[in-house]
């Protein structure tokens, strides 16, 4: 099973600021990893997939790089609506796996 | 506009069983593959099975295997978790997602059905 192991936990930002999260795999996922959104009391919301492409109608302050074991996910403008829990996600091999999460919240 | 709607969640004792139901909407759903994710209170996200848009094979996590199964009928939409032998950290909210076109991500949920697994 690949571990994906996302930090830092907690990110404590002021809006406007830029976030950078990150996410590290056990083994080798080339680039095969996504990005989830989730608020409170809501699902998640995809982002991010194969490592930089944004989903359907995601803005363009969120972008993704990396490959291999090491990810970044990028919030270059922290808009109000962007605080909120990240995951990252891998489909490189089954059992598919999600990281612990980065809680992204108002400083 | 995809909808995904799931159903059959509710409170059972350690040792028995349930069924969700996923009710698919706004997309060809004889096309795509489906999963379903489950989040414990307070806790992440962790995948718990995935079946091919024609449900010719299946994929689960270590945890459930030998006591969920999941299925789907075409001809209503309708995506199911059988959940046999639950036990008390199979508590979570439970939800039904779409395979996105870019891979076995997921890219539309639902709304989430609660299971709770208690004596």
């Known amino acids: 099973e690949i571990v994906l192991t996302q930090s830092p936990a907690t990110l404590s930002l002021s809006p406007g600021e830029r976030a950078t999260l990150s996410c590290r795999a056990s083994?080798?996922?080339?680039?095969?990893l996504a990005w989830y959104q989730q608020k409170p009391g809501q699902a998640p919301r995809l982002l991010i997939y194969?490592?930089?492409n944004r989903a359907t109608g995601i803005p363009a302050r969120f972008s993704g790089s990396g490959s291999g074991t090491d990810f970044t996910l990028t919030i270059s403008s922290l808009e109000p609506e962007d605080f909120a829990v990240y995951y990252c996600?891998?489909?490189?091999?089954?059992?598919?796996?999600f990281g612990g999460g980065t809680k992204v919240e108002i400083k | 506009q995809v909808q995904l709607v799931e159903s059959g969640g509710g409170v059972v004792q350690p040792g028995g069983s349930l069924r969700l139901s996923c009710t698919a909407s706004?997309?060809?759903?004889?096309?795509?593959?489906m999963h379903w994710v489950r989040q414990a209170p307070g806790r992440g996200l962790e995948w718990v099975a995935f079946?091919?848009?024609?449900?010719?094979?299946?994929y689960y996590v270590d945890s459930v295997k030998g006591r969920f199964t999941i299925s789907r009928d075409n001809s209503k939409n309708t995506l199911y978790l059988q959940m046999n032998s639950l036990r008390v950290d199979d508590t979570a909210v439970y939800y039904c997602?779409?395979?996105?076109?870019?891979?076995?991500?997921?890219?539309?949920w639902g709304q989430g059905a609660l299971v709770t697994v208690s004596s």
């Open positions: 083994q080798s996922i080339s680039r095969y």
């Open positions: 997602a779409k395979v996105s076109d870019w891979g076995p991500y997921f890219d539309s």
């Open positions: 194969d490592a930089s």
């Open positions: 079946i091919l848009f024609d449900g010719s094979n299946e």
């Open positions: 996600q891998q489909r490189s091999s089954w059992p598919l796996t």
């Open positions: 706004g997309f060809t759903f004889t096309t795509y593959g």
